[in-house]
């Protein structure tokens, strides 16, 4: 469970030196650093952070995940893009999920499927983004409980943990 804690919001990995952040200007910024404390494990432990690269959003940033080279960011103006780092000095929008203005909290990532917890009449849905060009909706929950805000969310196994 820890593990997938370090992926969410932008968090760092143990022995990675790049960092997802956002701002509250509509860009995702890569940024480098070094963790001092635990040597060895970055190559310029104790330099100062700096920026690697950066990308214009589609709307102002709320939350981060991170997994398999892609940085889902949630938009509090409704949607989340979908950035590839593959390269962390060019990173770039491949894809975006439609929340039909919805403001979105919070985004985790489990293989192809990303659970969204928005703002709204439909609190919590499920989108398939295999092909994050053409995110997929194929669940939700709150259409039918009424005011649903869904402000959070975990993925474990066959349980979403979902904080409303």
């Known amino acids: 469970?820890?593990?997938?804690?370090?992926?969410?919001?932008?968090?760092m990995q143990p022995g990675r030196s790049i960092?997802?952040?956002?701002?509250?200007?509509?860009?995702?910024v890569v940024s480098h650093f070094a963790f001092p404390m635990l040597p060895g494990l970055a190559p310029n432990a104790g330099a100062a952070p700096h920026v690697v690269g950066s990308v214009k959003l589609q709307g102002l940033p709320h939350a981060t995940f991170v997994t398999n080279?892609?940085?889902?960011?949630?938009?509090?103006?409704g949607g989340v893009d979908i950035v590839t780092v593959k390269n962390p000095k060019?990173?770039?929008?491949v894809g975006m999920i439609d929340t039909e203005g919805m403001g979105v909290n919070a985004v985790f990532v489990v293989g192809n499927l990303a659970y969204v917890a928005n703002i709204g009449s439909i609190g919590f849905r499920i989108f398939n983004v295999a092909d994050p060009k053409s995110?997929?909706?194929?669940?939700?929950?709150?259409?039918?409980?009424t005011p649903f805000r869904a402000d959070?969310?975990?993925?474990q196994g066959h349980f979403a943990y979902i904080a409303a």
């Open 1 to 11: 469970m820890g593990n997938d804690l370090n992926k969410r919001r932008g968090a």
């Open 19 to 28: 960092r997802y952040s956002r701002n509250w200007l509509f860009w995702m």
């Open 69 to 77: 080279n892609k940085v889902y960011v949630a938009r509090v103006s």
């Open 90 to 93: 060019s990173p770039r929008i």
């Open 135 to 145: 995110p997929k909706q194929v669940g939700s929950l709150g259409e039918h409980l």
């Open 152 to 155: 959070d969310v975990f993925v």
